[in-house]
């Protein structure tokens, strides 16, 4: 379980988080959404260590990360898988390279081995036929499927997505939707979800934490989202045609 | 004072870079990756440029010493004496800031602006270290090799030119480049070389580990360290000619 209590981070004296303190429960599909420039990614980098929090604690497992030392916090990265918003992958390195990159870097496996764990890592995520091929050779969804091969390769305790189905059609959205969902169960990962698609939100979204401004507005999940009676929340997420065409088959509301 | 601040994380940067590479076996295949890179794949310019700039020289070397009073072979000395003093590496250094360090500055600001970077501090990768030492060690390491080849490259310019074109003879040309060598030239040469191999890899990495934006700004960031590395090449071309040959 990931924690965090009382986080603020402040950039030129302007608060892009303020006072956020949440649970992230193992297991489970965590999701953090807001409008964008809402503060969600400062979260997000200050959970991973990117960005050191103003204040607050942020504990792993009840290790305070914010009180560890650089050397002591590499014991947590190592737990740490992460997929970035493009993918991030690594240009000059193919598909292999990239998932075995971490497996080269921090592990003493034999090169058999290393084969294997890539292998296992890229079938899980359906990606075949493709290890030779560099990322500038393959689409947009398989990037971040290697993405999350790569975060996956160390078999991590805690996985991070930034807006993992952005730029991606609805179809390879969804599938990219399951494939975290299956792996955190699978692995029983503690997985923290950036995104403010509301398919996602409804199809993975066992909890759910809106930010909007840099502070905590709401928190459930899925099941009672489309039911919150808060004002800022309803505006974010009948913005989107569909889900306000539900709401007013649903309600009668015009 | 903004430069200050510069210099400060300049050097913050260099202490982060020379810390121990994570693993060594790493750090090893990196660096052959980067002396093929940076340094072999720049042969070719070195090359030319040198081949061609020896011939030039050769050429305004005897039209400046068109005086019956003074020995042909001195166009040949001067060759030479220009070539390793200062063209084959100050000037080389100038040229390869432009290709060697717009490359590192392109390769690591764009690894920043798509979050590469992030993911290697996201797995617990000292980004800096791995990343610019390398790079770093390859170019100090290639460099000198590339002067000495230039210095080469330069003479035969000389050598083809010279005799072709009728301004000097081949034999007078050969005396010349024979005449009053000074071996400690070529130490001071190669010394000079490695400080701006320093240059020439260290200060683009800085400017493209610490861009900020996106591909524009990548493209303004090249610039600037070219611009930059170019001026301290400059500089310690100054101060190291003062210390060397002066002093």
Redesign the interface.
């Known amino acids: 379980m990931i924690e965090v209590r009382n986080i603020t981070k402040i950039f030129d004296g302007k608060a892009a988080v303020k006072d956020i303190s949440m649970q992230f429960p193992e297991g489970q599909a965590n999701l953090i959404i807001g409008r964008s420039g809402s503060g969600k990614t400062v979260l997000l980098k200050c959970i991973l260590g990117l960005y050191e929090p103003d204040s607050g604690e942020i504990l792993y497992d009840g290790r305070s990360f914010t009180r560890m030392k650089s050397a002591e916090r590499k014991t947590i990265r190592r737990e740490m898988g992460m997929v970035f918003q493009g993918g991030a992958l690594f240009d000059s390195l193919t598909v292999e390279q990239n998932v075995r990159f971490p497996l080269d870097m921090f592990t003493t496996k034999t090169s058999a081995e290393k084969a294997n764990r890539v292998d296992f890592c890229l079938e899980h995520v359906d990606i075949r036929g493709a290890n030779k091929l560099f990322p500038s050779e393959i689409s947009g969804g398989m990037q971040k499927r290697v993405a999350i091969a790569r975060a996956i390769a160390l078999n991590p305790k805690y996985l991070f997505c930034d807006e993992p189905n952005s730029g991606l059609d609805p179809e390879t959205a969804t599938l990219i939707d399951d494939l975290i969902l299956m792996l955190t169960k699978e692995f029983k990962m503690t997985t923290i979800i950036n995104t403010h698609d509301m398919n996602s939100v409804i199809q993975i979204g066992e909890s759910v934490l809106f930010i909007h401004q840099g502070e905590k507005c709401w928190q459930g999940n899925r099941g009672n989202i489309l039911h919150s009676e808060n004002k800022i929340l309803e505006d974010f997420i009948f913005a989107n045609k569909l889900y306000a065409q539900m709401r007013r088959e649903k309600t009668g509301m015009i | 004072m903004d430069w200050l601040f510069h210099v400060g994380r300049y050097f913050w940067m260099l202490g982060k870079t020379f810390s121990r590479p994570?693993?060594f076996?790493?750090f090893v295949r990196q660096l052959f990756h980067e002396i093929e890179g940076l340094g072999v794949n720049s042969v070719g310019i070195v090359v030319i440029i040198s081949l061609f700039i020896g011939g030039i020289l050769t050429i305004q070397l005897a039209y400046n010493l068109m005086n019956p009073l003074l020995p042909v072979y001195l166009i040949g000395l001067g060759t030479r004496d220009t070539l390793i003093l200062e063209f084959s590496s100050t000037i080389l250094a100038l040229i390869l800031a432009g290709k060697i360090g717009s490359n590192i500055t392109s390769e690591i600001g764009?690894?920043k602006v798509?979050?590469?970077i992030?993911?290697l501090?996201?797995?617990?990768?000292n980004s800096i270290s791995y990343l610019i030492l390398p790079k770093i060690v390859a170019v100090v390491f290639i460099f000198p090799f590339l002067v000495i080849l230039s210095i080469f490259f330069g003479l035969l310019g000389g050598l083809i030119v010279g005799p072709f074109t009728g301004v000097v003879s081949l034999t007078d040309y050969i005396d010349g480049i024979r005449y009053l060598f000074v071996p400690y030239y070529v130490t001071f040469t190669l010394i000079k070389s490695v400080f701006f191999g320093f240059l020439v890899a260290s200060v683009p990495a800085y400017y493209g580990y610490f861009v900020q934006g996106g591909a524009l700004e990548v493209g303004k960031a090249s610039t600037k360290a070219v611009v930059n590395t170019n001026i301290l090449i400059l500089l310690f071309d100054l101060v190291l000619t003062r210390l060397l040959l002066t002093a």
């Not at chain 2, 501090?121 to 990768?125: F, L, T």
Request: hydrophobic residues 30%; negative net charge; glycine residues 6%.
């Open positions: 994570e693993k076996k790493m764009s690894m798509t979050e590469q992030d993911t501090e996201v797995m617990g990768v």
